[in-house]
């Protein structure tokens, strides 16, 4: 497995950006397949987007398309999410994770690693 360290996240106005940041512990994070996903007060954990370990192919669910852009730097070994026109359900708790199936959506194998989450709320 492999250990992740998120920063980023915080309080932002909506439409305002943020950008998540996911730091692996291990250079064996360029083998994974890694993502982000979200889970809101009440509701269930989803797979926003995800990103192949080529690098060649993302996933974004319907709900934020247009709007956030995953991507990841093999050198710093860590995965990104730019956040734009952020609304407010966009607040949530956001987990980046490796060890990801990518294609018609995003789901985790059930040796991924997690990383500790971080909040994101959007005010209106």
């Known amino acids: 497995q492999v250990q992740l360290v998120q920063s980023g996240g915080g309080l932002v106005q909506a439409g305002g950006s943020l950008r998540l940041s996911c730091t692996a512990s291990t250079l064996t994070f360029d083998n994974y397949n890694a993502g982000w996903f979200r889970q809101a007060p009440g509701k269930e954990r989803e797979g926003i987007s995800c990103?192949?370990?080529?690098?060649?192919?993302?996933y974004y669910t319907d709900s934020v398309k247009g709007r956030f852009t995953v991507s990841r730097d093999s050198a710093k070994r860590t995965l990104y999410l730019q956040m734009n026109a952020l609304k407010p359900e966009d607040t949530a708790m956001y987990y980046c994770?490796?060890?990801?199936?990518?294609?018609?959506?995003?789901?985790?194998?059930?040796?991924?690693?997690w990383g500790q989450g971080t909040l994101v709320t959007v005010s209106s």
């Open positions: 990103i192949t370990w080529t690098g060649r192919t993302t």
């Open positions: 994770a490796a060890g990801l199936r990518v294609g018609d959506y995003c789901s985790p194998r059930s040796d991924a690693s």
